[in-house]
């Protein structure tokens, strides 16, 4: 058992201590968007024993004694049914009207227009971003909460990762913490922004980089429905990075010795990658797509492109896999007597999420109540593999991205999710989510010893110089 002194934060500080001890090396601003990395060091060991889990939690919720205060419980509860109907038809409404994004302007007036009606204070267009508004309503002084909505949809599969749950479940979060406030039970302010964009990780990226979290909240919830509940899934780091090979064009069947093989890089790019993979941490992720691989037949390609993503568990990794592919982009084009050129994406990493401990646990608590079974969390850390702009949130505030099941055995990006965010199942599973979500925003409002609590574990999780 842990001292005093190590209860109950420095317990969750440990459960992450292994990725610090294994860190590589940070990815300053400047690499985050240019092309260069610095040499890595030794691959990450996974042999650190870690403390069980529930074993932490136990001790953190003994320490904490989070009492749910039924009395704002009933407050929260009952200003989420009351919109429970106006809900459903936003969610529809935006199921219907896919949009894709930072082009997501029906979705930004529905909103913004159902907030301003609700009594909240809408800044639309926020932060220089079209499809981007905040929401807010406060009373006296406390803690600052904040909720995220998404809204955007994914080319050819409409709503396919059940955005417009994610819209709804912000809104009734937001509408749940209001109440709370208008009925005097708390003082603060509750802030929802709306972020577009998230399947481009774009948006949130923004805001981090625009401070909005920083200056704005103490803390920032949100949801994502699933085909299962987790309260600490896995969201992995990811970047992207567009490579372009330059030859020289020639007649392929009369003078192939004149021409140098664009295609041939690519190729040769590919091999390398396959070739590189048996050398990566089972964690990391390759893939990517050809974009041009040469335009006839009967000519030698003079220019082929392609676009890559790559994922490590933590931001702090991802240097590691961005040197090693650059050294196949250069080695490709050695090879084939090509010039290369590549862009890693200008906005920067999507950073792995760091989910609150604290949160987690409340939230969990509040879900159990409903009857809702979770993952493992051994179960929940193997199925990571996505990833969310909200992960640079949860870097600069204390956060929290439970997935929440909706009754579907699809995976998220497939026609049969898409089919399953505009069931009522679905509906009614996120009034519940939201319920909990917001409860759980609310208990920063309530109890301040709980407010230190998220914070404490987030500074143990977060070294300040990663608080960006
Ligand atoms: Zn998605
Ligand atoms: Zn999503």
């Given at each position: 058992m842990a001292g005093p002194e190590d209860a109950p934060t420095s317990?969750?500080?440990?459960?992450?201590?292994?990725?610090?001890?294994?860190?590589?090396?940070?990815?300053?601003?400047?690499?985050?968007?240019?092309?260069?990395?610095?040499?890595?060091?030794?691959?990450?060991?996974?042999s650190e024993k870690l403390p069980a889990y529930e074993e932490c939690m136990s001790q953190a919720m003994e320490q904490l004694d989070v009492k749910t205060d039924t009395e704002?419980?009933?407050?929260?509860?009952?200003?989420?049914?009351?919109?429970?109907?106006?809900?459903?038809?936003?969610?529809?409404?935006?199921?219907?009207?896919?949009?894709?994004?930072?082009?997501?302007?029906?979705?930004?007036?529905?909103?913004?227009?159902?907030?301003?009606?609700?009594?909240?204070?809408?800044?639309?267009?926020?932060y220089g971003m079209e499809t981007a508004f905040t929401a807010e309503y406060s009373r006296g002084e406390g803690k600052r909460v904040g909720f995220c909505s998404e809204y955007d949809g994914l080319p050819g599969l409409g709503q396919g990762c059940g955005h417009n749950l994610i819209a709804i479940s912000g809104l009734a979060a937001a509408v749940g913490l209001k109440a709370l406030l208008e009925n005097g039970r708390a003082s603060g302010k509750v802030i929802l922004f709306g972020t577009p964009a998230e399947e481009l990780s774009i948006g949130k990226i923004i805001l981090v980089q625009k401070e909005a979290f920083q200056k704005t909240v103490d803390v920032c919830l949100m949801l994502h429905p699933a085909a299962y509940h987790a309260d600490k899934a896995g969201m992995i780091a990811v970047n992207d990075v567009h490579v372009r090979f330059y030859g020289k064009a020639s007649h392929a069947s009369a003078a192939p010795w004149e021409g140098v093989n664009a295609l041939d890089a690519m190729v040769q790019l590919w091999?390398?990658?396959?070739?590189?993979?048996?050398?990566?941490?089972?964690?990391?992720?390759?893939?990517?797509?050809?974009?041009?691989?040469?335009k006839a037949p009967n000519v030698?390609?003079?220019?082929?492109?392609?676009?890559?993503?790559?994922?490590?568990?933590?931001?702090?990794?991802?240097?590691?896999?961005?040197?090693?592919?650059?050294?196949?982009?250069?080695?490709a084009a050695l090879a084939t007597g090509c010039k290369v050129e590549?862009?890693?994406?200008?906005?920067?990493?999507?950073?792995?999420?760091?989910?609150?401990?604290?949160?987690?646990?409340?939230?969990?608590?509040?879900?159990?109540?409903?009857?809702?079974?979770?993952?493992?969390?051994?179960?929940?850390?193997?199925?990571?593999?996505?990833?969310t702009d909200f992960g640079n949130t949860s870097y600069v505030v204390p956060s929290i991205h439970p997935m929440y099941g909706i009754h579907t055995d699809a995976a998220n990006h497939t026609i049969e999710f898409?089919?399953?965010?505009?069931?009522?199942?679905?509906?009614?599973?996120?009034?519940?989510?939201?319920?909990?979500?917001?409860?759980?925003?609310?208990?920063?409002l309530l109890d301040d010893a709980f407010y230190q609590a998220v914070k404490a574990d987030w500074e143990k999780t977060v070294p300040p110089e990663e608080r960006h």
């Open positions: 317990c969750f500080g440990n459960l992450f201590s292994a990725f610090r001890k294994n860190k590589q090396r940070p990815v300053t601003r400047a690499q985050q968007s240019t092309t260069r990395a610095a040499p890595s060091t030794a691959a990450p060991a996974y704002a419980e009933n407050i929260v509860h009952s200003a989420i049914d009351k919109i429970s109907t106006e809900l459903r038809e936003i969610s529809l409404d935006l199921h219907s009207h896919m949009e894709t994004g930072m082009e997501e302007y029906h979705a930004h007036d529905l909103m913004t227009d159902y907030l301003e009606k609700k009594g909240f204070t809408v800044t639309r267009h926020a091999n390398n990658i396959s070739m590189m993979r048996q050398q990566l941490m089972p964690t990391d992720r390759v893939h990517g797509v050809v974009e041009d691989g040469g030698i390609p003079d220019y082929t492109s392609a676009f890559f993503f790559i994922r490590t568990t933590k931001y702090q990794q991802i240097g590691r896999l961005m040197e090693k592919m650059e050294a196949c982009f250069n080695a590549w862009t890693w994406r200008p906005i920067g990493v999507t950073k792995d999420v760091v989910q609150n401990s604290v949160f987690a646990a409340n939230y969990v608590k509040h879900m159990k109540k409903f009857g809702v079974e979770f993952l493992s969390h051994a179960e929940q850390e193997k199925a990571a593999g996505g990833s898409t089919a399953a965010a505009r069931t009522p199942q679905a509906h009614e599973d996120t009034i519940i989510a939201s319920k909990c979500i917001s409860m759980t925003g609310a208990q920063v």
